[in-house]
T-cell receptor
Framework: AQSVTQPDIHITVSEGASLELRCNYS??????LFWYVQSPGQGLQLLLK??????LVQGIKGFEAEFKRSQSSFNLRKPSVHWSDAAEYFC????????????FGTGTQLKVEL | GAGVSQSPSNKVTEKGKDVELRCDPI?????LYWYRQRLGQGLEFLIY????????KSGLPSDRFSAERTGESVSTLTIQRTQQEDSAVYLC???????????FGPGTRLTVT
């Protein structure tokens, strides 16, 4: 069965600093990959997705992620973090041919220091 | 346009009672998913509907859980004889087709006392 690991439970960065959130997955084939953000009291919002093609994908709010098949990773990056980016970030894997039901990581809580 | 809506937003119930949670997907979305998010954890897949096909119930944790969907519209998730471990946020998502990105509702926070 597929699984997703987000090794960092909490991350604190200073505003303006760069950010990288790690995501590793386990799946036998090329998965569909997603990053979602959840702010307090808000629903999940899609940041970006990878289905195929270019392994560097751009998303909303200045985020990007790179699919590295050899490392089974899909890390999320942002060159300069804003205070409003403080939230919880979830990486998810969708099963190809399986209705795209998602398996989520346990999330990374991002705190931004002003 | 309108997003995915869920009701109620909060539900407190006594152990042993039945509860019904509702999801209204985005109009025209053929796929609908239910997930559960326990405190401090990621989301767990529960059930998936695609058009008129038989639903994928592989994530339902017990036979106390069931869900229905009428055509490509509203869905209800029913939990019978609720237990304290059922306390969680229940999230619904829809997508225009599969595979595609899923659009999530705000969730229903269920507390079983």
């Amino acid at each position: 069965a597929q699984s997703v690991t987000q090794p960092d439970i909490h991350i604190t960065v200073s505003e303006g600093a760069s950010l990288e959130l790690r995501c590793n997955y386990s799946y036998g084939a090329t998965p569909y990959l997603f990053w979602y953000v959840q702010s307090p009291g808000q629903g999940l919002q899609l940041l970006l997705k990878y289905f195929s093609g270019d392994t560097l994908v751009q998303g909303i709010k200045g985020f990007e992620a790179e699919f590295k098949r050899s490392q089974s990773s899909f890390n999320l990056r942002k060159p300069s973090v804003h205070w409003s980016d403080a939230a919880e970030y979830f990486c998810a894997v969708g099963i190809t041919g399986g209705g795209n039901k998602l398996t989520f990581g346990t999330g990374t809580q991002l705190k931004v220091e002003l | 346009g309108a997003g995915v809506s869920q009701s109620p937003s909060n539900k407190v119930t006594e152990k042993g009672k039945d509860v019904e949670l509702r999801c209204d997907p985005i109009s025209g979305h053929t796929a609908l998913y239910w997930y559960r998010q326990r405190l401090g954890q990621g989301l767990e897949f529960l059930i998936y509907f695609q058009g008129n096909s038989a639903p994928d119930k592989s994530g339902l944790p017990s036979d106390r859980f069931s869900a229905e969907r009428t055509g490509e519209s509203v869905s209800t998730l029913t939990i019978q004889r609720t237990q304290q471990e059922d306390s969680a946020v229940y999230l619904c998502a829809s997508s225009p087709f599969s595979p595609s990105e899923q659009y999530f509702g705000p969730g229903t926070r269920l507390t079983v006392t």
